[in-house]
């Protein structure tokens, strides 16, 4: 025979039940504490800014078949202004104060050999320690010069290389 | 219903209404942090600018010459594989038919693979 007493202390019980069971699930699943930068979104805006950035400077101007900045900034090994033209591009912001983002840049180049190698080609000054959460941004340009730098005549003609550039903000 | 006090019925629903509804906001806070997580990873993984500028480059390096001593399109092209392959780890094939008298537009045929994201191409001068 069933009893029908007691019937607001089951209930009780059955929701007592079901909150301790969420609690455990919101206990267990706050161990992995996110933060924005677990989210990658920030890591997704550097990436964006910073290809961005070199494809600009890897245009010629006004769209003419000339050199690009980056071409001759690349055969010319010219750290300097590849700093400033950088640097200048990605830490600007509405307002007067600038970001701070850093970078370490490399070419990466095949060699008479065949065989691929990075030299560094500029850096913001900032030291890369591995600590800095890092993104990794490239682009082609195609220069006439044969890296490492040769001055026989068979070693020149034009080459492709890849200018990598690492950058974090700090 | 014998012995069953059914006073504050209303209260105690109230109570368990709110406990609730405590519960599942609190799941809705938990899941705001990751906002947008999928959408940058997404945007992260999948290699457009690598595509984009790595067309770009084979389209340019096309018009190259190819005699004298240098053999620049074909230097170019092959630095291209090669620092596709080291650096990009994406295997990059190109073909290119020069214009003919019958057809006067250059075909290059452009292939990226990274493992996880295929693009194929035939480009045409117009």
Redo the contacts between chains.
């Keep these: 025979m069933v009893n029908?007493?007691?019937?607001?202390y089951t209930i009780?019980g059955i929701?007592a039940g079901?909150?301790m069971l969420?609690t455990a699930y919101?206990v267990v699943?706050?161990t992995s504490v996110?933060?924005?930068g677990?989210?990658?979104?920030s890591?997704?805006q550097l990436?964006?800014l910073g290809?961005d950035a070199l494809?600009l400077m890897n245009t010629a101007p006004n769209s003419t078949l000339g050199r690009s900045p980056l071409q001759t900034i690349v055969e010319t090994d010219d750290a300097e202004t590849f700093r400033s033209m950088f640097l200048t591009l990605v830490n600007n912001r509405a307002g007067s104060d600038r970001d701070h983002i850093q970078f370490v840049a490399n070419v990466?180049?095949?060699d008479v050999g065949?065989s691929?190698r990075s030299t560094v080609l500029s850096d913001s000054l900032r030291p890369f320690v591995s600590g800095e959460h890092a993104v990794r941004?490239?682009?082609?340009?195609?220069v006439e010069k044969r890296f490492p730098d040769c001055s026989a005549?068979?070693c020149?003609?034009?080459?492709?290389?890849?200018v990598?550039v690492l950058l974090w903000r700090d | 219903m014998a012995g069953l006090n059914d006073d504050a019925q209303w209260i105690v629903l109230m109570g368990f209404v709110v406990s609730f509804s405590l519960f599942f906001i609190a799941i809705v806070l938990n899941q705001s942090t990751v906002i947008g997580q999928t959408t940058a990873e997404a945007v992260l993984e999948f290699p457009k600018n690598d595509i984009r500028d790595v067309r770009d480059v084979i389209i340019r390096s096309e018009f190259l010459d190819d005699d004298g001593i240098f053999f620049n399109k074909s230097n170019v092209q092959k630095d291209i594989r090669t620092l596709s392959l080291s650096r990009q780890n994406s295997v990059v094939n190109i073909s290119s038919t020069p214009p003919t008298a019958e057809n006067p537009y250059t075909t290059v045929d452009i292939h990226y693979n990274n493992g996880v994201t295929i693009y194929n191409e035939i480009w045409r001068s117009k």
């Design positions: 029908t007493e007691g019937q607001l009780e929701a079901l909150i969420m919101i699943n706050s996110y933060t924005l677990d989210t990658h979104i890591d997704m990436e964006v290809s494809n990466t180049y095949v065949g691929v941004v490239s682009d082609w340009v195609i005549q068979s020149s003609g034009k080459h492709a290389v890849l990598e």
